[in-house]
């Protein structure tokens, strides 16, 4: 039985896979309709492929590579087949949530959602292992504050800037204990969560941070630090935003008492 280039061309359009085409320049010749929905409308015909995707976040063996799509912002998992005309093909998967996508999915979702400079869990990440945080505050009333610490290299030179969230990570993980939660948010701010935590005495080791941090990265970088407590109702995204909002200067008298 011979299947008609139309079938097929109509069979690929409806695959739920992403599906993608380029020359051996480069250029995009075909894209499906699941492609343009993970890569965004400028999948198109004659779309370079660099214009599509960030440069691979994690390489995965035997299943492709984990890329972010430039436009639309989605994780996606890439698997690239070379072609014999020297073009290359795309198929592409969309690396939602756990909830969303299903636990086979996990593994390469949290790949995807870790911070490719210093290997903290990313935002998203960081979110879901605060769900069970935030439940046990709305059952029990446990206090619980997020703190949010924000270095930023003066000149704008990125590689500076890598090192200076590097060294900044790592001086903050070094001030938690093994029951709090540390990542580093989508904006490059390094989030700490601090369960069974009052405001007084998080606000002693926000200062504590600061003194640490400032001794890591040197006084050629800007420090600014947010602190939110938990508040009934909060959810991830709202403890995170009022940590974001409260954004100020670290103290010039960094380091006070130690509280906890």
Request: hydrophobic content about 45%.
């Amino acid at each position: 039985m011979t299947i008609g280039a139309g079938v097929l061309a109509a069979a690929a359009e409806a695959c739920p896979v992403g599906l993608l085409v380029a020359d051996a320049q480069g250029n995009v010749t075909a894209a499906n309709a699941a492609a343009r929905a993970l890569l965004g409308e400028g999948a198109a015909p004659g779309a370079s492929l660099e214009s599509l995707a960030a440069p691979p976040l994690r390489e995965l063996p035997r299943q492709g590579a984990v890329v972010r799509a430039r436009a639309t912002g989605r994780w996606v998992l890439r698997h690239e087949t070379a072609l014999p005309d020297g073009g290359r093909a795309w198929c592409l998967l969309a690396l939602d949530p756990p909830a969303r996508g299903g636990p086979a999915l996990w593994d390469a979702w949290a790949l995807a959602a870790s911070d490719p400079y210093t290997g903290l869990p990313g935002e998203r990440a960081l979110r879901l292992a605060m769900g069970p945080q935030l439940a046990r505050c709305a059952r029990y009333r446990d206090p619980l504050c997020l703190a949010m610490l924000e270095a930023r290299a003066s000149g704008g030179d990125e590689e500076t800037g890598t090192e200076t969230l590097r060294a900044a990570a790592q001086a903050v993980r070094g001030l938690l204990r093994w029951a709090d939660l540390v990542g580093v948010s989508d904006r490059g701010e390094v989030l700490a969560v601090l369960p069974e935590t009052t405001e007084r005495d998080a606000g002693a080791l926000v200062r504590r941070m600061c003194a640490e941090v400032r001794a890591a990265v040197g006084d050629g970088a800007a420090l600014r630090v947010g602190l939110a407590p938990w508040r009934a109702g909060d959810t991830p995204e709202r403890l995170i935003g009022r940590a974001r909002a409260a954004l100020a200067p670290c103290p010039e008298d960094a380091g006070g008492t130690e509280g906890r």
